[in-house]
């Protein structure tokens, strides 16, 4: 949500977290027990335990990803873009502190290189230490190298090209602001490798329609091949959960069944939400996400 839009006027509920995303719609877990909540430099940090989610990972009162339902985001972000391409051999994460895109990244035996730029060295530090389930030992994989920078900073500095670029970014608000602009994507575009793929956190589409719109229409500049998929993510509230996918290769979103079901078997990938028939069916739009790109008649699958 923008500066611009209304706020909601604090509310405060003991015992009870209460997120603070939309005006006018509000999502609350109860507090099991807290376990962490502090101010870093750059945003506030909680964790506490709720019944029906598990861990809870929150950064200035916006959830970012909980213990038992990370899998459906975290898969379909990494996976999707990984298996399309079929030959990846360098990863690029923006933001991602947690950990949990860099686990099923690491799943992926024939990546060579996985570059993670976080801009805020404490959210990796008490994510090992509270969440330790998310990254799973991944941050100690030697393919792995952490740099502390601004996104977008990086972005626009880097010489590097990367196969696969996942923006696991916050919400368009604070530091994640970066993450969203035109100037970013277009040095996204010049560190990826020839026959690349990038794939961005897009908000929900129906709380956060500009989210897709602002991403497609730069993407639509940007990229021969430009696309929204989805899946469904219980603690972001509000419906189908959507990611951005730009390329100039159109084939990587037209990949054939049966060659993405020889790669994930290849790869001996365990999974709990992909499959290769959910990686072809995340792409199809149900219409008022697809009326929100511009020219969509060019997303036919
Ligand atoms: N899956 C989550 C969601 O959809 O809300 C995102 C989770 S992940 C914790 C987001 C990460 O992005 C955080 O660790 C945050 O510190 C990082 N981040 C925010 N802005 C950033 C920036 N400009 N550059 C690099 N990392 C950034």
Not at 254 to 265: D, M
Request: negative net charge; charged residues 25%.
């Amino acid at each position: 949500m923008s500066d611009e839009k209304p706020i909601n006027e604090p509310i405060e509920i003991p015992g009870w977290w209460i997120e603070d995303l939309h005006y006018g719609y509000r999502q609350m877990l109860k507090i099991e027990k807290l376990y962490y909540d502090s101010k870093t430099e750059s945003q506030r940090i909680m964790v506490f335990e709720n019944q029906t989610f598990g861990r809870v990972l929150t950064l200035d009162n916006i959830l970012q990803t909980t213990e038992k339902d990370e899998f459906m985001y975290h898969e379909m972000m990494a996976h999707v873009p990984i298996l399309a391409h079929g030959a990846v051999h360098s990863v690029l994460i923006i933001g991602g502190g947690d950990g949990g895109m860099l686990k099923q990244v690491v799943k992926h035996k024939a990546i060579g290189r996985i570059v993670q730029v976080e801009i805020d060295p404490e959210v990796i530090e008490f994510s090992k230490k509270y969440l330790p389930m998310l990254s799973d030992g991944a941050f100690d994989d030697p393919r792995f190298e952490l740099v502390i920078s601004d996104g977008a900073k990086y972005a626009a500095e880097a010489e590097e090209q990367f196969d696969v670029i996942i923006v696991d970014s916050t919400d368009p608000v604070g530091p994640g602001k970066a993450l969203f602009t035109e100037e970013f994507y277009t040095n996204l575009s010049r560190l990826l490798a020839d026959g690349g793929v990038v794939v961005t956190q897009n908000g929900i589409p129906f709380t956060q329609a500009d989210e897709v719109i602002n991403t497609m229409a730069a993407f639509r500049k940007l990229f021969v091949d430009y696309a929204c998929y989805t899946s469904t993510v219980p603690g972001y509230a509000g419906g189908q959960m959507c990611y951005g996918w730009g390329t100039n290769d159109p084939n990587l979103r037209k990949v054939p069944l049966e060659v993405l079901q020889r790669r994930y078997e290849a790869e001996k990938l365990e999974t709990k939400y992909y499959t290769p028939e959910v990686h072809i069916a995340s792409f199809a739009l149900p219409k008022y996400i697809k009326d929100l790109i511009p020219e969509r008649e060019a997303l036919t699958l």
